[in-house]
């Protein structure tokens, strides 16, 4: 089944359309479509669907799988059941008519950071020595699209690079161990299905992965079997291996048997934590040797134990690695600490600015006017120096508040498009009626 981003990127590529003229055909800005597209968040109404499936020339049969696909009913005939339609194959292949070539988000006004995050990568891969680095900021501060542009050009400046990078999750947080560690070897084994695959770069750049697969298996079975069927299903790794090589050589041969015997095993082994942890931390290694390594773990501030545990152990064996490990967190969660403790990531992140020196790219909230001039010219518009400074004054420089508040004045009318395409404001625009806070402009299923 394919998820709601990957069936609107495939009906879009299909008509023909870029981003940017679904965007005018909507209405809405470019980055709505990237965001759907990338999964961020859904259409917040079924309308929004419908008018989607309306502007990329949809039949109801394709108009009900994008509307089933964001969790919304379908349009159904009299005679025809939700049943019915699922029994219908959901679009072939979204591939067949999704060319190679993914496009990338709007990337605006913290060019220093990503500046400094980029010498960062070009120290370790000259020196060969591998450490661990942070981006911290509160929510909305812009530490995603920084990540997102960062791996994007470094995957562009370095054809050697291999980036992977998995997620905490806010809802089952410390209840499921080592998810951010299991995602990047999902992702180093091609598993394209975990929620850092539909990440632009790493999308943009998928041969890398696939064509790692022979390698990393090998390197599996020489210094991490453990891993196979605890960090890594071993089924699925089977399965994935059958989908992108014809080539039944010895290590797939190798692997089988290892996955067999798991599987038989009705007494599985009580492995010891370090054991794994030094088998994960050998399996990095030996493929360092092979291909350098950008891997990122984001939303650490929900991280569990042991996912900080790995970390640690990790940070502290890079040495003679071309290895950069980037972690993303939320300063105010970190700060509150964890069941009136201290959080456990913070020791970690103070233990390694003893190790590397200076390892944190520490964004503020608000970027200020430069990033409301800098983003309102990512579309063409007619919007003057007044405008600029109301919403500057508004949202105060607030990077994800600036751009909702810019999404939700295009939905409602406050701002339109001129007969030459451009963005004006519109007649109904009253700045004393717009949402004061952030809250009341990010849809519901941010």
């Known amino acids: 089944m394919y998820t709601f981003g990957e069936l609107l990127s495939g009906f879009r590529r299909r008509e023909g359309l870029s981003q940017e003229a679904l965007a005018d055909k909507l209405g809405v800005h470019r980055n709505s479509i990237s965001d759907w597209e990338r999964a961020t968040y859904l259409p917040r109404t079924r309308q929004m669907v419908l008018d989607l499936s309306e502007a990329l020339d949809l039949g109801r049969k394709d108009a009900n799988q994008l509307l089933y696909a964001a969790e919304y009913p379908l349009e159904l005939d009299r005679q025809e059941s939700n049943d019915a339609f699922l029994a219908h194959p959901i679009l072939d292949s979204v591939s067949e008519v999704e060319p190679a070539e993914v496009e990338k988000g709007v990337f605006v006004a913290r060019e220093d950071e990503l500046n400094l995050l980029t010498q960062f990568l070009a120290d370790v891969l000259k020196d060969l020595q591998g450490r661990v680095i942070f981006i911290n900021g509160d ?38 161990p080592y998810l951010p560690f299991r995602e990047i070897l999902a992702l180093l084994t091609y598993d394209m299905e975990v929620r850092w695959a539909a990440d632009a770069a790493i999308r943009n750049s998928a041969h890398r992965l696939r064509d790692l697969i022979p390698y990393t298996v090998r390197t599996l079975l020489q210094t991490g079997p453990d891993l196979i069927d605890t960090f890594l299903s071993g089924p699925a790794l089977i399965t994935r291996i059958k989908t992108t090589t014809t080539d039944d050589a010895d290590w797939l041969t190798h692997l089988k048997t290892i996955v067999a015997r798991k599987a038989a095993d009705e007494s599985p082994i009580n492995l010891q934590q370090q054991n794994l942890f030094e088998q994960y931390t050998q399996v990095l290694r030996t493929l360092s040797r092979h291909k350098p390594l950008l891997l990122v773990l984001d939303d650490l501030q929900w991280s569990d134990n042991g996912s900080i545990g790995l970390l640690f152990h990790l940070g502290k064996r890079l040495g003679g690695c071309p290895i950069l490990i980037v972690g993303i967190y939320r300063s105010a969660d970190v700060a509150l600490g964890r069941e009136g403790e201290r959080h456990p990531l913070e020791p970690v992140v103070n233990e390694f600015q003893l190790d590397f020196g200076h390892n944190r790219v520490d964004l503020k909230q608000a970027m200020g006017k430069q990033f409301v001039e800098a983003f309102l010219d990512t579309e063409p518009n007619r919007l003057g120096v007044e405008f600029q400074s109301a919403l500057y004054e508004h949202t105060r420089g607030h990077a994800l508040f600036t751009i909702e508040m810019l999404r939700s004045m295009q939905r409602r009318g406050d701002l339109v498009k001129d007969e030459n395409g451009q963005w004006i404001e519109g007649s109904a625009l009253d700045w004393l009626r717009l949402p004061a806070r952030i809250d009341g402009v990010i849809p519901v299923s941010y």
């Open 139 to 176: 929510a909305g501060s812009g530490k995603t699209a920084l990540m997102e542009e960062f791996c994007w050009r470094s995957l562009e400046i370095y054809e050697e690079l291999v980036v992977a990078g998995g997620s905490c999750n806010a809802y089952i947080g410390i209840g499921d």
